[in-house]
């Protein structure tokens, strides 16, 4: 349960965060002016306010296999979305998102 002003613990992510993550994408990748093939949700943290819900979510961007399918290395980025009451998607702080990689914490920023 989610309190008001606060951040909550770190949690998986479900279907929810992921078509939050795919509707934002294309915000993000102009604010970033990148392209992602990848855009998977990860983990996230919510932080509910009387206008609505802050989500921080961390996002696979990238990663590559050797030949026996392991992975090499992962890149993501933590993602920090707003969604007003009215369930309209504002992405927040872009000019802090770079990536990191999958061992980065997810620090509200």
């Not at 951040?7 to 992921?18: G, T």
């Not at 990748?29 to 979510?57: D, P």
Request: aromatic share 6%; with cysteine; glycine share 4%.
């Amino acid at each position: 349960m989610d309190i008001l002003g606060r951040w909550s613990e770190l949690k998986p992510a479900d279907n929810e965060v992921q078509e939050i993550c795919d509707q934002v994408k294309p915000d993000v990748e102009k604010l970033l002016h990148m392209k992602f093939e990848t855009f998977r949700a990860l983990v996230h943290r919510t932080l509910l306010l009387a206008g609505g819900m802050h989500y921080l979510i961390q996002v696979l961007i990238e990663h590559g296999e050797d030949e026996d399918g392991k992975y090499l290395h992962e890149k993501c980025l933590h993602v920090r979305v707003f969604s007003s009451l009215e369930r309209q998607l504002d992405v927040m702080n872009a000019m802090n998102m770079r990536p990191v990689t999958v061992a980065d914490k997810l620090i509200p920023f």
